[in-house]
């Protein structure tokens, strides 16, 4: 793995499997990322990148494997004890909620405490501290002038973007982002990317998982490689994409 | 006179059955086809407390405590299963529930229980109380959907797994709007035993939960004020015309059906709908109320 293991590790994938049906569709990944770290993950159509990052929040159960969330073995909590002990997503295949503002989605996942007892929901009413939480990041993501609309009426471009934003609202020390720049613009690509670039920070790692490889060369210093399940090759991104197995496996098929 | 008031009670009281089966299924997004049973847990509970000298006002809380601890233990069963599968279990509810209370002895059996005194204030007062209860039901309804509560219940109806992957603890919640309805049912039905004064295993069967359910269909699930005129149209229908009251399992099974294939936002959409025609720039406001 890699060389400094000074810093301590914010996430630790041991040997995660998830077979669906027989077949592996994760088979033994195992990665690490750092506090403050930008992690690019890579990996052709189908390889399971998705599959990894739903194990790692908690939305499937992998079929062995570990994983450590600062320190903290995590492998049988459920997804809402592993969000709430700091981890978020954004998912490739964009949820936003349709009945809601884009304000309403982002104000939401910042809701805290009262996404958590029922008791504290019901007394609590006012919105407006979320809310200007959500404004503050749909500003960021380049969303301010949207935050009224609702889902339906925006590109996909926008709700890539509402995901990411989505998931800043819960403040998590490892953001996961699948995709996010797919389906933007090659301007709207960069600007996120730029964005992206500055996410990880003290007490906070992400993982990106990409297949815009210019973008992802641009801003991760370290790469992720899995192909058909299994780990390919982890290291300092240049490193990476010069072995022989990777372009065989990644830039040889695709893009 | 007398008539106009039987008539008046029953309307308020499906409006309270119907409102706490809309904090289920329309706030909440749970399907139940068993609310009946709960009906008829309060109704059995509340009758057997005044048979034995209770007034009816203070059976009100032990008919909501034990119907919402019944349906805190079918939600705690329920929470793993969806949707459809979801309406076969609570169904399931329903006839168990009547199995049951034709086997006990203790509960009447078959013959269900006769006899259950007035209400204090005869009809009038039974006429006051309901209404009393309904409006402040009502009023928490109100106060739920604008409160945090409804606002994380609307992204569970929408989509539980991003409600999860939002950071809801979604399995509390669901079971926290299963105990809320059910109690409420619970209390209609302590209501309803005191209107009728006779109550059987048949009157909180699988026909009423299609009844109710229909109603909250109907009214357009989650919208307060639709789902009121729904249940205070449909619970009247069957008292003007008998055909209605013959064949109620197909009229209000065949209303169900053809309004969520045709209507799937319900008498509430309907009006909103009509209301963004008229203004078209209200949607962009709408959060703001
Ligand atoms: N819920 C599921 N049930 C069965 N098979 C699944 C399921 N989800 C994913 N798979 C399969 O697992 C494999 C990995 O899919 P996954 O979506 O994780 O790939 P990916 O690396 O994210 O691909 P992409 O780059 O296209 O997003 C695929 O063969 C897919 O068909
Ligand atoms: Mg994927």
């Known amino acids: 793995m890699t060389a400094a293991k000074t810093s301590p590790l914010l996430l630790d994938v041991k ?44 939305m499937l159960t992998p079929s062995s494997g570990q994983i450590i969330l600062d320190g903290q073995d995590i492998s049988n909590r459920r997804l809402v004890d592993r969000i709430n002990l700091g981890m978020a997503l954004a998912q490739q295949i964009i949820k936003p909620l349709k009945d809601m503002t884009l304000l309403d989605n982002v104000a939401l996942a910042a809701g805290g405490n009262k996404l958590l007892s029922p008791i504290k929901a019901m007394i609590h009413r006012s919105r407006q501290h979320e809310q200007d939480i959500a404004h503050g990041l749909l500003t960021e993501v380049g969303l301010a002038d949207a935050i ?83 780990p390919l090759a982890f290291g300092a991104t240049d490193d990476v994409l010069e072995k022989r197995e990777v372009q065989m496996a990644y830039l040889g098929k695709s893009e | 006179m007398a008539y106009e008031m039987i008539v008046l009670t029953n309307m308020l009281i499906a409006i309270l059955f119907a409102q706490s089966l809309n904090l289920i299924t329309g706030f909440c997004g749970q399907v139940s086809l068993g609310h009946a ?56 509810v329903s006839f168990l529930f009547t199995g049951i209370i034709r086997k006990q002895d203790m509960l009447g059996g078959e013959m269900g229980i006769a006899g259950i005194p007035a209400a204090y204030g005869g009809r009038v007062g039974l006429l006051l109380m309901t209404l009393c209860l309904t409006i402040l039901f009502i ?133 909103k709908r009509f209301r963004q025609n008229r203004n078209p720039d209200s949607s962009s406001e709408r959060s703001q109320a």
């Open chain 1, 15 to 58: 040997n995660v499997t998830v077979t669906f049906g027989g077949l592996n569709a994760v088979d033994g990944a195992r990665l690490a990322l750092e506090d403050n770290q930008l992690l690019g993950f890579i990996g052709p159509n189908g390889a399971g990148k998705t599959t990894l990052m739903r194990a790692i929040i908690g």
């Open chain 1, 148 to 230: 009224y609309k609702y889902p339906a009426e925006l590109p996909l471009g926008f709700l890539k973007r509402l995901e990411v934003a989505r998931a800043l609202a819960r403040q998590p020390k490892v953001l996961l982002l699948d995709e996010p720049l797919a389906g933007l613009s090659i301007k709207e690509a960069e600007d996120m990317a730029d964005l992206i670039m500055g996410l990880p920070c003290k007490g906070r790692g992400v993982i990106l998982i990409e297949h815009n490889l210019s973008q992802v060369r641009r801003i991760c210093k370290t790469l992720y490689v899995q192909n058909n399940g299994r």
């Open chain 2, 37 to 92: 049973a709960f009906l008829g847990i309060g109704a059995y509970t509340s009758a057997m407390l005044t048979k034995a000298g209770w007034p009816l006002a203070a059976t009100f809380i032990p008919a909501m405590v034990i119907a919402g601890m019944i349906g805190m233990i079918v939600g705690a069963a329920s929470l793993r299963v969806r949707h459809d599968f979801l309406a076969i279990t609570t169904m399931g």
């Open chain 2, 139 to 271: 009023i928490i309804m109100i106060y739920v959907k604008r409160s945090w509560m409804g606002y994380v219940f609307e992204s569970i109806a929408e989509d539980e797994d991003t409600a999860g992957v939002l950071g809801i603890d979604v399995r509390r919640f669901k079971l926290f709007a299963f105990v809320l309805g059910t109690a409420g049912a619970g209390l209609a039905g302590a209501l309803y035993a005191h209107q009728v004064r006779f109550i059987g295993p048949d009157s909180f069967g699988f026909v009423e939960s299609v009844t109710v359910l229909s109603m909250v269909i109907v009214g357009g699930i989650g919208s307060i004020w639709g789902v009121t005129i729904a249940a205070a149209l449909l619970s009247v229908m069957p008292q003007f015309f008998q055909v209605i009251d013959d064949y109620k399992l197909l009229v209000y099974g065949m209303l169900l059906f053809f309004a969520m294939r045709f209507m799937p936002d319900g008498l509430g959409g309907l009006a």
